[in-house]
């Protein structure tokens, strides 16, 4: 969807949260040789993905000594809405003093997650907790998996649109750790430990004629998405009695060199746009292997997603929400780009774009 009329989303505000247990890939590294070794025949062979994932470190709801421990759904599912909830709150009280709000000023809630379950859901256990307005609308999307950070941006928008001069809070939480289920001798899990973290994000957009803007001020020019056919085997949950066990395809990278950026140029191309209108991206960096395919087909050089590798390497994958951490990253930069590209690939499987541009004022 592009918007060249009066109204244009803007982004007033992003901010990240990250919980308290900081866990160093070589400790996770020492706790899967613990867990693993002596149970998993094929564990040797995949002890290298530890040192392959481009990963330093990573953020925990919980201590690693957690994970040693067999646990139920209930259990998991407990520590998420309490964490979740936890960190989102922190997220969107920094979200609303960075946009110069009061929590009585949010209209809207969109709040995004595929790593737990929550009814309430996450975003009406936050107005009962941040005793928001009683007439807030509300959005809970689940099931996006790693696109629902920029699919989550879209919808706030298209709600943004809907009421011009609203203030949408765009609520994004991952706890993927609690996921992992300690009897699953499984490839998937054991990658898993080497892969995914803990985080949060929010943001706040509005919609205002072009002419009360201020200068400069990023906004949410187009966005879409791309959903193949036959592929909905590629990534999701395979839903257990102790757990969600993650589901991902070896083949991820493949798929990303051979249908990737069709997609991608019929998106711009819908858009008035074409990859050299950019001079920033702000890729989801599912891993290092999926950032190496999507430089190629982009035509960059190795190593070149700079901002996504470096969220890859302080934070890991954190699903939905790492997406935002690189945007935030971008923004952040003393001198921020005009035009931004922004993609994540989720179940369905579905590729997520959008554009952030700035108004620029003569």
């Known amino acids: 969807m592009s918007r060249a009329s009066q109204h244009r989303p803007a982004l007033l505000s992003l901010t990240t949260a990250v919980p308290p247990y900081r866990l160093e890939q070589a400790d996770v590294a020492r706790f899967g040789e613990a867990l693993f070794g002596g149970s998993f025949a094929d564990f040797q062979r995949l002890v290298p993905v530890y040192a392959n994932a481009a990963i330093a470190k990573r953020h925990s709801c919980v201590p690693i000594e957690w994970y040693a421990e067999p646990h139920g759904f209930g259990d998991r599912n407990g520590l998420f809405v309490d964490h979740a909830v936890t960190l989102l709150e922190d997220a969107a009280d920094r979200a609303l003093a960075q946009a110069g709000l009061e929590r009585r000023d949010i209209d809207m809630i ?3 997650s595929s790593s737990g379950i929550a009814t309430p859901s996450l975003d009406a256990l ?3 907790r941040m005793k928001l307005r009683r007439d807030v609308q ?3 999307v689940f099931g996006l998996g790693c696109a629902g950070g920029i699919l989550g941006l879209a919808r706030a ?3 943004a649109l809907s009421r011009p001069g609203a203030r949408v809070l765009l609520l994004v939480v991952e706890l993927c750790g609690l996921t992992f289920r300690h009897g699953d001798r499984s490839k998937s899990n054991v990658i898993a ?3 995914f973290g803990d985080g949060a994000a929010a943001a706040v957009l509005t919609a205002e004629p072009d002419d009360n803007a201020a200068s400069a001020q990023p906004t949410l ?5 791309h959903t193949w056919p036959g592929m909905l085997d590629v990534m999701g949950w395979q839903v257990a009695d102790d757990g969600l ?3 991902f395809s070896r083949d991820i990278p493949a798929i990303i060199r051979g249908h990737f950026r069709d997609a991608l140029d019929e998106f711009l191309e819908n858009n008035g746009l074409s990859l050299a209108d950019f001079d920033a991206f702000g890729l989801h960096p599912g891993g290092a292997k999926v950032l190496d395919a999507l430089e190629d087909v982009l035509g960059l050089a190795n190593g070149a997603l700079t901002d996504s590798r470096a969220i890859l390497r302080d934070y890991g994958n954190m699903s939905a929400v790492t997406v935002l951490f690189v945007l935030q990253r971008v923004l952040s930069r003393g001198a921020p780009p ?14 997520a774009f959008g554009v952030v541009e700035r108004i620029e004022r003569r």
């Open 338 to 351: 005009r035009r931004i590209l922004l993609s994540s690939l989720g179940p369905g499987f579905t590729a």
């Open 110 to 112: 969109v709040s995004v």
């Open 126 to 128: 936050l107005v009962e």
């Open 193 to 195: 430990t080497a892969l």
């Open 221 to 225: 020019r187009a966005w879409g998405e």
């Open 245 to 247: 066990g993650v589901l």
């Open 157 to 159: 928008a298209q709600m």
């Open 138 to 140: 509300r959005l809970p």
